[in-house]
T-cell receptor, first 111, second 112 residues
Framework: GESVGLHLPTLSVQEGDNSIINCAYS??????FIWYKQESGKGPQFIID?????DKRQGQRVTVLLNKTVKHLSLQIAATQPGDSAVYFC??????????FGTGTSLTVIP | EAQVTQNPRYLITVTGKKLTVTCSQN?????MSWYRQDPGLGLRQIYY???????DKGDVPEGYKVSRKEKRNFPLILESPSPNQTSLYFC???????????FGPGTRLTVT
């Protein structure tokens, strides 16, 4: 199966600081990458995605960077807020219909 | 309200007793999928369906069955549950070709 990993299992940041969550993937043929947020007791929620022909995509307070050379993906959250505390997963899509998720990084925002 | 619903939310059962976890979506999505979530392993895809009567195995299909007789429903069937199927299960759906999946609230299954 695919291997999608995360560099750190936990991350703590001060409220207002920027957060960076990293992810490594193994399949260089993956065409699509997605970030999800999972709050305690809930299902994952889509945050942002990026296609393999891009290296950067921005959303509201979030930016995803893709480095295909080293097979690395990152999610940057600007001005982190307490509501951003959650587990963040990256996922890759090497084929049209299958998805492989990483193990997640738990983000804690310190007020 | 657009949503994916799962039932039951919690289930404790015994080894070998057949069970079904239902999943329903009201967004007219073509694509539906089941995942299991285990500590340290993240989410792993069990089965997915591109449309009615079209289903395919994901990464960990052993011990599970699915069916897609209607577009809105995608039940997960465990014919003979075993303790290693104790997990948190999520159903998800999306439009075909749109990778933004909407997840249900999860079903926590314990097999003793």
């Amino acid at each position: 199966g695919e291997s999608v990993g995360l560099h750190l299992p936990t991350l703590s940041v001060q409220e207002g600081d920027n957060s960076i969550i990293n992810c490594a993937y193994s399949n260089s043929a993956s065409d699509y990458f997605i970030w999800y947020k999972q709050e305690s007791g809930k299902g994952p929620q889509f945050i942002i995605d990026i296609r393999s022909n891009m290296d950067k995509r921005q959303g509201q307070r979030v930016t995803v960077l893709l480095n295909k050379t080293v097979k690395h993906l990152s999610l940057q959250i600007a001005a982190t807020q307490p509501g951003d505390s959650a587990v963040y997963f990256c996922a890759e899509n090497p084929t049209g219909n299958q998805f492989y998720f990483g193990t997640g990084t738990s983000l804690t925002v310190i007020p | 309200e657009a949503q994916v619903t799962q039932n039951p939310r919690y289930l404790i059962t015994v080894t070998g007793k057949k069970l079904t976890v239902t999943c329903s979506q009201n967004m007219n999505h073509e694509y539906m999928s089941w995942y299991r979530q285990d500590p340290g392993l993240g989410l792993r895809q069990i089965y997915y369906s591109m449309n009615v009567e079209v289903t395919d195995k994901g990464d960990v299909p052993e011990g599970y069955k699915v069916s897609r007789k209607e577009k809105r429903n995608f039940p997960l069937i465990l014919e003979s549950p075993s303790p290693n199927q104790t997990s948190l299960y999520f159903c998800a759906s999306s439009y075909a070709g749109d990778y933004e999946q909407y997840f249900g609230p999860g079903t926590r299954l314990t097999v003793t």
